[in-house]
């Protein structure tokens, strides 16, 4: 079976649950010894406050291009038999999943470590957005990965293994996203890591 035919990307309209067990089916094989999962939920606080829900959006063509493309870097790095990864747009209440990883391989190994990645390279790459909705207010939430992906673009000018000439201003590509290269922003977040 072709790479193309053991990947499976999906971005579910608001409304639709995540079925885990129809990913965990899609990459299950007899020649499988591992299959690893990740489900992310919404919890019910952050940093104190208390969580109603989630909203993602997300532009959906290109979202599903970067997730195609994560899961090819992943195959490049681990031997894997196949993936599943699926993403929730819309409102996504306390306990409920909002982005569910399958990947199965002949080892443990290489499930466990390519699940991992593809969480990572989601969060840092992919362009969904999400919104907290708390008990008195909300707020848009950037990912701590997308902020550290776009730090060390503009600092090396490495984005997913790959080397690009960066300087200010400069709009490079990364998973198929244009990333504008901003060093007053990069010095400000650099400053309020340390």
């Keep these: 079976m072709a790479e193309e035919e053991r990947t ?3 971005i579910l309209e608001e409304n639709n649950l995540i079925d885990m067990t129809k990913y965990i ?3 299950s094989a007899p020649q499988a010894g591992g299959i690893a999962t990740f489900a992310g939920t919404t919890r019910d606080t952050f940093e104190g406050k208390s969580v109603v829900e989630l909203r ?3 532009y959906v063509p290109m979202a599903i291009r970067c997730m195609k493309s994560m899961c090819s870097s992943a195959r490049s790095s681990w031997n894997l038999h196949s993936i599943a990864v699926a993403h929730r747009l819309g409102s996504v209440p306390v306990g409920e999943t909002s982005v569910f990883i399958a990947v199965s391989s002949v080892h443990r190994a290489d499930a466990l470590d390519a699940c991992k990645f593809l969480i990572d390279e989601l969060k840092a790459t992919v ?3 999400k919104k907290e909705v708390y008990a ?3 707020v848009w939430k ?3 990965e997308f902020a550290e992906r776009r730090l060390e673009l503009g600092k090396d000018g490495i984005c997913s293994g790959r080397k690009v000439e960066v300087k200010a201003g400069d709009r490079k590509t990364c ?3 244009k990333v ?3 060093e007053e922003a990069m010095a400000d977040q650099s400053t309020n890591r340390n």
């Design 142 to 144: 950037e990912n701590s």
């Design 180 to 182: 504008k290269v901003d």
């Design 136 to 138: 008195n207010g909300e």
């Design 175 to 177: 998973c198929g996203s």
């Design 127 to 129: 362009p969904i957005w």
């Design 8 to 10: 499976q990307v999906e």
């Design 25 to 27: 089916t899609y990459v």
């Design 56 to 58: 993602y959006e997300a």
